[in-house]
């Protein structure tokens, strides 16, 4: 039997595109996918469901309905928005703002693994991935700002890193992992392309296809680890 399918925040930039490339890969029996605000035309070989994954009985009832499962691939992010953008200094950052980038950044994949845990234990290759960011990278922040995003994706990093620990034990068969997905041509990136140099921008087709890639060479024996679209393992 082929593996079972799940991108959250499958109507975005690069989770659309990654769920494009699963419905077209025959290894894979079903494609699950989630929206958020903008519904999706129906597609083949997709099932999609709306969910919030700031509300966790949006996210359980989402795991109700998914009973059999071997891959999360969680691809929901913020960045900016009503206003709000990346902070340049300590002195822009406000409350709001970072708590909204700690709910939708760092703790839905906790809810997420919390909720799927039974699905992906029962999976002889289970993988659980969230689309992280470089810029979450403590050892590599040479550059500063950007307070809200960095500091809500270090932590989703910290609890990636905590659950495979936990799931080590619990779940030996499956792997954790967070990933980096490059500088991305979506709405997520679009007001900060301007000083990136062109070859440096990647469709979301070509992400995807580096993540897939990334995905179907994890074992459990790396689980808990932070890794490139190139497959170089970066830095907490
Ligand atoms: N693009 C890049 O260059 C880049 C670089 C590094 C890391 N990343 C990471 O890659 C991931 C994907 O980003 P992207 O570039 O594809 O951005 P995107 O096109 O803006 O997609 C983000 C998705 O997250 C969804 N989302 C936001 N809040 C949500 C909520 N409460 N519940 C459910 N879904 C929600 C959005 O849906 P709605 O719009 O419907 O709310 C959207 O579909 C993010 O984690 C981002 O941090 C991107």
Redesign the pocket.
């Known amino acids: 039997m082929g593996r079972q399918v799940l991108v959250?925040?499958?109507?975005?930039?690069?989770?659309?595109a990654l769920v494009e490339m699963l419905r077209h890969d025959t290894t894979i029996d079903a494609v699950h996918a989630?929206?958020?605000?903008?519904e999706p035309e129906p597609l083949d070989g997709v099932t999609w469901r709306r969910?919030?994954?700031?509300?966790e009985a949006?996210i359980q009832s989402l795991a109700e309905e998914i009973t059999t499962l071997d891959w999360l691939i969680?691809?929901?992010?913020?960045?900016h928005g009503d206003g709000a953008g990346p902070e340049k200094h300590s002195r822009e950052v406000n409350r709001e703002h970072f708590l909204r980038a700690m709910?939708?950044?760092a703790l839905?994949s906790l809810l997420l693994a919390k909720h799927f845990r039974r699905q992906l234990k029962r999976s002889n290759a289970g993988v659980f991935a969230?689309?992280?960011?470089?810029?979450g990278s403590i050892g590599e922040n040479a550059l500063g700002g950007w307070y809200s995003?960095r500091a809500s994706?270090a932590a989703l990093n910290m609890a990636l890193r905590t659950l495979a620990v936990e799931w080590r034990r619990e779940l030996p068969s499956a792997t954790v992992a967070a990933l980096?997905?490059?500088?991305?041509?979506?709405?997520?990136?679009r007001p900060f392309q301007a000083r990136v140099p062109a070859d440096q921008?990647?469709s979301?087709e070509r992400?995807a296809g580096y993540l897939l890639a990334v995905i179907a060479g994890l074992t459990p024996a790396v689980s808990g680890r932070f890794w490139s679209f190139d497959g170089e393992e970066l830095p907490w």
Not at 74 to 79: D, K, P
């Open positions: 959250v925040g499958g109507h975005g930039g690069i989770g659309r989630t929206w958020h605000h903008r969910v919030d994954v700031t509300d949006s969680n691809a929901v992010g913020w960045l709910e939708i950044n839905p969230t689309v992280s960011a470089r810029l995003y994706k980096h997905p490059g500088t991305t041509n979506t709405p997520l990136s921008l990647f979301p992400t």
